[in-house]
């Protein structure tokens, strides 16, 4: 007897979610890295095949090229502005010489990148803030390229996706980096009143200058499981007003139920998510319309 | 998710898991012996791999053939199903070296929960209680001083037995003193181990056994008994979920210890913990499967969970989506076992259907029941409002069921669920004893 025939196909969609393969453990010296939350050691490679994050739930830091990985459709991220550096405007004892060791070592010119790019599909404006590059503090060149994204994405009736993580203003620029507060507010501002929607992902942690500027002006504001987010130090709040803080103080998880951030979303969700939205709440008559 | 999976099994479980992938998406692929190159699973699947003759050392015993295939097929994970290389843990280390995912626990801890002594090691300080014993025996000498303080009746057990293997019942040190070396002797030749250890014998008892489902994050969900009290030399005929002989207190009692336990244990995936409830109402826990078991329809029609693709999708990182207070389990689910009493060509076959009536089986006509493998053919499980209604049921549609060409033990299934200990509720697993 032959086998058996079957005619149809059921076709199904691949179910999404979990890893897609084993990640590499063959390497018994395999380097590992303790997780801070669960005290277990997991290995590089498992933790990578998990989007950088633990077993249990524990979302470790990520920079922006492998967050663009699992984030855009392949080969979709155009980058733009990248030739928008900062310069020393104070003549900081050390910065430039500080600027360029952190290029070196952080293989990136700023501490955001600024680009067009798709999400399953959906065209849009993106920003991604890179903590490794000074803790991603905003100087006048990370004001520069958000504001100009911004308008980009004015003049395009395209919408606007933030990824924030940030130490607050950059110290080493003074004036000028706190002035960035007030500029990239003014450029969201614009992109409002044209009736654009922005969407910002607040990643551990957001805090400082950031957080009192364009991070919590999204129309809708997401953020990543136990991400810290704040203005002044939760430290420096305690020893100013003499109290003691409730629990959890300054998490994104205290933030959602006080109202200031929408929902948490784990890195494993967030690509549909956000795909999702920005379908919901295109522009008409813009590209991803 | 993993978009290929291979099966590293036959029957109706491979049948039963390639349905569960291809409802995922998840592209399939079926090893298979010569003996089975018109099997059903191997037709299902969209690829399939010859992987030698049919004796089972040489094919589905054989992890390197397993492997190949899958590397050759560009499989990401091996389902190994029950049996077979399922609770093997070099097979599991092999599959991970090569890059693959093994569909089950962590090699190492699978040794450690294989292991007998080291299993009661992982769950003491829970609130689980073993089953009184020695840990593994030096000599006749320290056997005897341990019995005596034990007190006989005592079972002696091979450390690497298993299934109803390697196991003697002593009545007297008499006993003890006349087969020891005959033990250790066949435990040797049997298993490649003549460790030995004691243990109290629980006798009557029912066999009752917690199904389990964790994932990576620690996360544990239990998902309620099946007793599985009904089973002739240690092979299991009839199984419900719940059981008669468990109070809602004992069950809530044992959900929270199995769940501690498991969360202690770090175990990731489905498993399965075995206990012997005696006449006290004591619990006295056996060991723990760490894989899929042949009953697990049974919870799945009582839950409505799919217990295949969670642990696919538990296996691939998937955290769960429900926590234990949202698994409802009401009513009354029942499988009965077929098995073919000899081998033969299948005529003709007609299945029983109907309002939850289930049949996994890998039987289509013209198949050969080949004499190479597990008499299972197949699974028929019902799902009823009340217990009485799933005896019902199950009775029914075993009376439907036609297999023609191929003797099997459904006349004796019906003859054990119109019995009044079966009907009742009150049996153990003395139920079959001389039957």
Redesign the interface.
């Given at each position: 007897?032959?086998?058996?025939?079957?005619l149809f196909q059921?076709k199904?969609?691949?179910?999404?979610?979990?890893?897609?393969?084993?990640p590499?453990?063959?390497d018994e010296r395999e380097p590992e890295k303790t997780c801070p939350n669960?005290h277990n050691a997991i290995p590089l490679s498992r933790l990578w095949?998990?989007l950088n994050v633990c077993?249990?739930?524990y979302h470790f830091r990520m920079g922006v090229r492998a967050r663009l990985r699992y984030l855009v459709d392949k080969g979709s991220f155009c980058e733009m502005f990248s030739d928008v550096r900062s310069g020393d405007p104070l003549g900081f004892p050390g910065y430039a010489d500080k600027l360029e060791t952190t290029r070196t070592s952080s293989r990136e010119d700023e501490a955001v990148i600024c680009g067009t790019a798709e999400i399953l599909g959906q065209e849009c404006c993106l920003f991604l803030m890179e903590p490794y590059f000074m803790m991603g503090s905003m100087g006048t060149a990370v004001g520069e390229r958000i504001t100009r994204l911004f308008e980009y994405a004015l003049a395009h009736r395209l919408s606007v996706v933030g990824f924030t993580v940030s130490g607050g203003a950059r110290m080493q620029e003074g004036l000028y980096s706190l002035m960035q507060m007030a500029k990239t507010s003014g450029a969201v501002k614009r992109h409002a009143d044209a009736g654009l929607f922005y969407l910002t992902v607040l990643t551990d942690p957001t805090t400082g200058g950031v957080t009192a500027s364009f991070a919590m002006e999204g129309d809708i504001i997401l953020a990543e499981p136990g991400a810290t987010v704040g203005f002044a130090g939760a430290r420096v709040i305690e020893q100013t007003t003499r109290k003691a803080l409730p629990k959890g103080f300054q998490t994104a998880e205290f933030l959602l139920e006080h109202g200031f951030v929408d929902a948490i979303v784990p890195r494993s969700r967030q690509r549909e998510l956000i795909a999702r939205l920005l379908k919901t709440h295109a522009a008409e008559g813009g590209a991803s319309a | 998710?993993?978009?290929k999976i291979l099966i590293a099994n036959r029957g109706e479980i491979a049948v039963r898991i390639i349905r569960a992938c291809?409802?995922?998406?998840?592209a399939t692929v079926a090893v298979y012996s010569e003996a089975d190159r018109?099997a059903?699973h191997?037709?299902?699947a969209d690829e399939?791999y010859c992987i030698g003759p049919a004796a089972a050392e040489d094919s589905y015993l054989c992890g390197e053939r397993i492997l190949s295939a899958a590397l050759i097929s560009g499989a990401?994970?091996i389902h190994p199903g029950y049996g077979f290389l399922s609770e093997n843990a070099r097979f599991a280390r092999e599959?991970?070296?090569?890059?693959?995912?093994f569909i089950g626990p962590d090699p190492e801890l699978m040794e450690r929960l294989g292991d007998k002594t080291e299993m009661k090691k992982l769950v003491e300080g829970t609130s689980l209680r073993p089953i009184p014993g020695t840990g593994v025996l030096s000599g006749l000498e320290e056997a005897l001083e341990k019995a005596e303080k034990l007190g006989y009746p005592l079972m002696l057990k091979a450390r690497s037995g298993g299934g109803g293997r390697g196991i003697r019942l002593l009545q007297s040190a008499e006993e003890l003193r006349q087969t020891w070396s005959l033990a250790v002797a066949e435990c040797a030749s049997a298993f490649g181990d003549g460790a030995l250890y004691l243990e109290k014998y629980v006798w009557p008892a029912r066999h009752i056994e917690m199904q389990i489902l964790a994932?990576?994050?620690?996360n544990v969900v239990c998902l309620g008994e099946r007793d599985c009290s009904v089973q002739r030399r240690h092979q299991k005929l009839i199984e419900e979920s719940p059981s008669p002989g468990v109070s809602p207190a004992q069950r809530a009692a044992l959900t929270q210890g199995v769940t501690e336990a498991v969360k202690k244990i770090g175990y990731t995936g489905v498993g399965t913990m075995e206990f012997l409830l005696d006449k006290a109402g004591d619990f006295w826990f056996m060991e723990m499967n760490v894989r899929l078991q042949v009953e697990h329809p049974v919870t799945e029609m009582l839950t409505m969970l799919d217990l295949v693709k969670w642990q696919i999708?538990t296996a691939?990182?998937?955290?769960l989506r429900f926590t234990q207070e949202q698994i409802v389990m009401a009513g009354s689910a029942m499988e009965c076992r077929i098995n073919a009493l000899a081998p033969g060509k299948l005529g003709m076959l007609h299945v029983p259907g109907g309002h939850f009536v289930r049949f996994d089986t890998y039987l289509?006509p013209?198949?050969e029941v080949s004499p190479y493998y597990d008499p299972l053919i197949g699974k028929l499980i019902v799902y009823a409002r009340s217990r009485e209604e799933a005896v019902r049921k199950l009775k029914a549609a075993l009376c439907e069921l036609v297999i023609e060409g191929i003797p099997t033990n459904i006349g004796e299934q019906l003859r054990i669920l119109s019995g009044e200990p079966f009907m009742s509720g009150n049996y153990d697993l003395t139920l079959m004893e001389g039957r």
């Open positions: 007897m032959p086998f058996l025939e079957f059921p199904n969609e691949l179910e999404q979610g979990g890893r897609s393969a084993a590499v453990q063959s669960c095949a998990g077993p249990c739930g | 998710m993993f978009s291809k409802e995922m998406g998840i018109d059903l191997a037709a299902l399939s990401q994970a599959c991970i070296r090569n890059g693959i995912v994932d990576e994050g620690g999708r691939a990182g998937v955290p289509v013209g198949v």
